[in-house]
T-cell receptor, first 116, second 112 residues
Framework: GAVVSQHPSRVICKSGTSVKIECRSLDFQATTMFWYRQFPKQSLMLMATSNEGSKATYEQGVEKDKFLINHASLTLSTLTVTSAHPEDSSFYIC????????????FGPGTRLTVT | RKEVEQDPGPFNVPEGATVAFNCTYSNSASQSFFWYRQDCRKEPKLLMSVYSSGNEDGRFTAQLNRASQYISLLIRDSKLSDSATYLCVVNGSGGGADGLTFGKGTHLIIQP
């Protein structure tokens, strides 16, 4: 159990375009989903916390108008990188948390975004 | 001070050896603690949660010292497949599902 899928796994796009990434919990309902970003040789950094039916909470320094998050159901969250630039190239990973302590999070396989 | 600190390694150990990793965290109000492993260019996978009383899962033993804000992971009888980066991870202080704070990870290489 506790499988999280993410799509696409890899995307290359041109500067100025938008990219949508989907995150799904396949066999459980996730009370909360999270979006992380990982640059090479760096640790994962939390970008935003997403609860179904409410606005996402963004970490300091993350632009909410650039990284649009929609959490349509207890099993689906989407991240849209708008007007992508080369510096947005990174490994984007979502996670989904079960609704009980210790709120272990299960990660999707990640999306490697390259902006040219 | 970094929120979660780990020795980056790499730790090169022979197969069958016992290896220990340590981690310290800065937020004394943190509620939940985990060890994840991450293989190269892959997502982190939960290895185990860490409980105050310490806990064991097969060859893996985790310990938590809240007073010292210190977490450890012990791997016994290491296998080649244990080669990975081990991430010390701390949950927030608000209770409930909070975003995780990751250490940079300790790179482990098991040698045949």
């Amino acid at each position: 159990g506790a499988v999280v899928s993410q799509h696409p796994s890899r995307v290359i796009c041109k500067s100025g375009t938008s990219v949508k990434i989907e995150c799904r919990s396949l066999d459980f309902q996730a009370t909360t989903m999270f979006w992380y970003r990982q640059f090479p040789k760096q640790s994962l950094m939390l970008m935003a916390t997403s609860n179904e039916g409410s606005k996402a909470t963004y970490e300091q320094g993350v632009e909410k108008d650039k990284f649009l998050i929609n959490h349509a159901s207890l099993t689906l969250s989407t991240l849209t990188v708008t007007s992508a630039h080369p510096e947005d190239s990174s490994f984007y990973i979502c996670s989904a948390a079960r609704g009980r302590s210790p709120y272990e999070q299960y990660f999707g396989p990640g999306t490697r975004l390259t902006v040219t | 001070r970094k929120e979660v600190e780990q020795d980056p390694g790499p730790f090169n150990v022979p197969e069958g050896a016992t290896v220990a990793f340590n981690c310290t965290y800065s937020n004394s109000a943190s509620q939940s603690f985990f060890w994840y492993r991450q293989d190269c260019r892959k997502e982190p996978k939960l290895l185990m949660s860490v409980y105050s009383s310490g806990n064991e899962d097969g060859r893996f033993t985790a310990q938590l010292n809240r007073a010292s804000q210190y977490i450890s992971l012990l791997i016994r009888d290491s296998k080649l497949s244990d080669s990975a980066t081990y991430l010390c991870v701390v949950n927030g202080s608000g209770g409930g599902a909070d975003g995780l704070t990751f250490g940079k990870g300790t790179h482990l290489i098991i040698q045949p």
